[in-house]
């Protein structure tokens, strides 16, 4: 996957990319990750890439020729293969079945926002707007970091077996159920029976139970998108009873 990163800090790129999974996927060949700072198109002899609102108000408001131009001079402009992310607060909040879809792409292109937001013409030239959440950020940099963690982790290779994550919280719906390791009794805590057992087949409904255990404790409202079976039911029925909450 080719991932462009349209940035004024690709200093705040450096370390995350450069450790651990995001690293290994770019040593290997899988992610080509290049940090386009747009300052570079300013077109003012200051390089500023920021003005006054018009209409006045408090901030700086992004410029549309510096990151059009950066554009427009590092991509192929209505490639079908390519998504073009403006990240900001006003755009849709990021999941993980955004994640899926993203990573079927060939070339992702991230726009970072900064100051007190874009020129609206900006927008004109994007094809998704993500924000990662309902809250406040000084940048878009984080966010694209965010995004293309979750992104590059589903790209066939990047995480050696695909039941990594494919068993992680949200990939199927659902949380993830608990872990286990040694030592087998901390502190009068013992790892459940279930798991220690060898049968590969009550540890595995076990954790499928433990899994809609935690989304109906923790995120309920998961399970009203979840694809629930009449067995899923019975068994939100047990937990009930069990966890004393009334449904």
């Not at 408001?61 to 001079?73: N, R």
């Not at 220690?196 to 954790?207: M, T």
């Amino acid at each position: 996957m080719d991932i462009k990163v349209l940035t004024i800090f690709p200093e705040m790129f450096e370390s995350p990319l450069n450790a651990s999974i995001l690293y290994k996927a770019r040593q290997k060949g899988l992610l080509n990750i290049s940090l386009i700072n747009f300052r570079d198109y300013a077109q003012n002899k200051h390089n500023s890439v920021d003005d006054y609102p018009f209409g006045g108000g408090a901030g700086m408001v992004l410029k549309p020729e510096p990151i059009i131009t950066a554009l427009e001079a590092n991509i192929t402009m209505g490639d079908p293969d390519q998504e073009i992310i403006l990240l900001s607060p006003q755009g849709k909040v990021y999941k993980q079945e955004h994640a899926k879809l993203l990573a079927k792409k060939s070339k992702l292109v991230f726009i970072c926002g900064h100051y007190e937001g874009f020129d609206e013409r900006i927008r004109a030239f994007a094809t998704e707007e993500y924000s990662i959440g309902d809250y406040v950020l000084t940048g878009g940099e984080l966010p694209a970091l965010v995004m293309i963690d979750s992104i590059a982790r589903l790209i066939p290779g990047v995480i050696k077996e695909s039941q990594s994550f494919e068993e992680d919280s949200f990939y199927q719906g659902l949380i993830e159920y608990p872990h286990y390791t040694r030592p087998r009794d901390f502190r009068n805590i013992e790892v459940p029976e279930v798991l220690l057992s060898g049968n590969h087949e009550h540890i595995k409904q076990w954790r499928y139970k433990e899994s809609l255990r935690r989304t109906l404790i923790r995120r309920p409202d998961l399970l009203s998108t979840y694809n629930l079976s009449e067995e899923d039911r019975n068994l939100i029925r047990e937990i009930e009873i069990e966890e004393q909450i009334d449904g």
